[in-house]
């Protein structure tokens, strides 16, 4: 019983509040290597496409549409993993100028490093146009986040909103 106390008082939970702002300030990480353009009567992003790593039914869907909403993204550009690597890939003149993968937790890093390998052959030609991706993180270890940029072998940019120490 006081392993388990011990275990409870290091455990954080994040209300949906708390979660917007890690959100907008993944956004702020991201925007102080890429410089956006916001357009339009109503100021939206059209130049960053944003995606998730699991399937629509799952956590990650729910929270890239929470990041484009916290980040006033345009909503045609938060799209299910193909469809995002699809248009990353096929957009000319620079239009495109991020893509961004978002989960809530990098734990091991191993189930995101599976997602993106399933991927990885539009990463690399996402990554020849000079397109940057970047997987942006809720809560997660900065290990997991290093292995996840080391095994895959590309240059995937990995931000954590709230880093966990070991």
């Known amino acids: 019983q006081r392993l388990i106390f011990k275990l409870l008082l290091k455990l954080k939970f994040f209300d949906e509040n708390q979660i917007r702002q890690r959100l907008m300030g993944l956004q702020q990480m991201i925007g102080r290597d890429i410089a956006f ?34 980040n006033k993204i345009y909503y045609e550009n938060i799209l299910e993993p193909a469809r995002a690597l699809k248009r990353a890939r096929q957009e000319k003149e620079n239009t495109v100028k991020a893509l961004v993968f978002v989960d809530d937790f990098l734990g091991t890093g191993q189930s995101a490093i599976d997602h993106l390998l399933t991927v990885r052959e539009e990463l690399v030609e996402v990554e020849k146009k000079g397109i940057p991706v970047f997987l942006c993180v809720v809560a997660g270890f900065q290990g997991s986040a290093d292995r996840v940029e080391r095994e895959l072998g590309l240059r995937i940019n990995v931000r954590i909103a709230e880093p966990l120490g070991e």
């Open 37 to 70: 353009r916001y357009e339009g009567k109503v100021a939206r992003l059209h130049d960053l496409v944003v995606s998730y790593l699991d399937n629509p039914g799952k956590s990650g869907f729910q929270y890239a549409k929470l990041y484009g909403e916290e």
